[in-house]
C-alpha cells in the first residue's frame, strides 16, 4: 500500500496566484480529510469528506479556500487568490470510517506564498 | 469532544521507558482517547486509543485511570526515533465525522 499521496511536497508562489494542492486517499477509505499545520496555530482541520461529500468544512478559513472530492480516489484544496499567511503545511488523511477508524496521514504539501 | 492538558515537552534517556500523561478531567462516558505522533517533517501518526481498559499494541501501552480523567502513554524503550510531538486526543467515535482536534501535544526529545 502506497499510502496517502500529496503532491506537490513543495509549493512556492507569489501571493495573488491560484494554488492546488492534490491528495490520493488510501484505496478503499471513504472519508478523507485536509489538515492545516502552522507554528502559531498547530494543526487544525479544514474540511473532511464522507463518501465524497463534504460534511464539514466550518475548518475553512474564508472563501478563498475551496476543496472537491469528484471521486473515491482524488481530492484536491484549491486556494485562489493565495495569501502570505497562507503559507503552511497541508497534510491530507484518510480512514475507513466507523467506530475507531485511525487516520492515516500524508507526508504533506509545504506551501510559501511570497 | 473533551479537552486534554498536556505537558509541553519533556526529556527521556534512550532505552528507557518514556511515560507520557495525558488529563482529560472533563472525559465523557462514550468518549475514547486516542494517542498520535509527529516526527520532525511528516504527518502524524496513529499510535493507540482506548476507552476504559489498558491497551497495548507492538508501539506502546495506554494505561488509563479508572475514573478515566486522565491517562499515560508508555514507550518501554524509547528510541532516538522516537522524538516526536505527541498528541493526546479525546473524542466520540461515530460512524462518520470521526475527526481529530489537534492540542499542542508533549514534544518528547529522547536523548543518547
Known amino acids: 500500500d502506497a499510502g496517502v499521496i500529496q503532491s506537490p511536497r513543495h509549493e512556492v508562489t507569489e501571493m495573488g496566484q491560484e494554488v492546488t494542492l492534490r491528495c490520493k486517499p488510501i484505496s478503499g477509505h471513504n472519508s478523507l480529510f485536509w489538515y492545516r499545520q502552522t507554528m502559531m496555530r498547530g494543526l487544525e482541520l479544514l474540511i473532511y469528506?464522507?463518501?465524497?461529500?463534504?460534511?464539514?468544512d466550518s475548518g475553512m478559513p474564508e472563501d478563498r479556500f475551496s476543496a472537491k472530492m469528484p471521486n473515491a480516489s482524488f481530492s484536491t484544496l484549491k486556494i485562489q487568490p493565495s495569501e502570505p499567511r497562507d503559507s503552511a503545511v497541508y497534510f491530507c488523511?484518510?480512514?475507513?470510517?466507523?467506530?475507531?477508524?485511525?487516520?492515516?496521514f500524508g507526508p504533506g504539501t509545504r506551501l510559501t506564498v511570497t | 469532544d473533551a479537552k486534554t492538558t498536556q505537558p509541553p515537552s519533556m526529556d527521556c534517556a534512550e532505552g528507557r521507558a518514556a511515560n507520557l500523561p495525558c488529563n482529560h478531567s472533563?472525559?465523557?462516558?462514550?468518549?475514547?482517547v486516542y494517542w498520535y505522533r509527529q516526527i520532525h517533517s511528516q504527518g502524524p501518526q496513529y499510535i493507540i486509543h482506548?476507552?476504559?481498559n489498558n491497551e497495548t499494541n507492538e508501539m506502546a501501552s495506554l494505561i488509563i485511570t479508572e475514573d478515566r480523567k486522565s491517562s499515560t502513554l508508555i514507550l518501554p524503550h524509547a528510541t532516538l526515533r522516537d522524538t516526536a510531538v505527541y498528541y493526546c486526543?479525546?473524542?466520540?467515535?461515530?460512524?462518520?465525522?470521526?475527526?481529530?482536534?489537534f492540542g499542542g501535544g508533549t514534544r518528547l526529545m529522547v536523548k543518547p
Open positions: 482506548g476507552l476504559k
Open positions: 488523511a484518510s480512514s475507513l470510517e466507523g467506530s475507531r477508524a485511525e487516520q492515516y
Open positions: 472533563t472525559i465523557s462516558g462514550n468518549e475514547y
Open positions: 486526543i479525546v473524542r466520540v467515535d461515530r460512524n462518520a465525522g470521526n475527526m481529530l482536534t
Open positions: 469528506f464522507n463518501n465524497n461529500v463534504p460534511i464539514d
